[in-house]
């Protein structure tokens, strides 16, 4: 058998085939083994902690969503505010201001202005 790569999730039509496995065991009484890890008392242990995991998990990737999504709002009310401080800047001390290049805008004298393209002429 090839070494396993625990880093690596399985496949949940494994884990459900698995569980439908462990439930069919539960049905047969005669069962009894010296191997520790496959003892009934091993394998309910299991199963309780695979399952306290998976709803740990559940609960943890909702903690996560929840503040990610509180993060991206929180994002957006800044760069929005960022905005808004922009127009006020350009507003009170005008386009062509150093404060308006403090914040970040570019000075209306810095801009290039527009020229024509000469077409040449084919001869």
Do not use: C
Not at 20 to 48: C, I, K
């Amino acid at each position: 058998m090839p070494p396993q790569n625990t880093r690596n999730r399985l496949r949940p039509q494994l884990i459900s085939q698995d569980i439908d496995s462990f439930h069919g065991l539960q049905t047969v009484s005669t069962y009894n083994t010296t191997r520790a890890d496959a003892s009934a008392a091993n394998l309910q242990e299991a199963h309780q902690a695979m399952l306290i995991s998976q709803q740990t998990e559940t609960e943890k990737l909702a903690l996560y969503r929840a503040a990610a999504d509180a993060a991206r709002l929180a994002e957006w009310e800044f760069h929005n505010a960022v905005l808004a401080m922009k127009e006020v800047v350009r507003g009170q001390y005008g386009s062509d201001s150093d404060q308006a290049q403090a914040v970040g805008l570019k000075k209306k004298s810095d801009r290039k202005r527009p020229s024509r393209k000469k077409t040449v002429a084919m001869a």
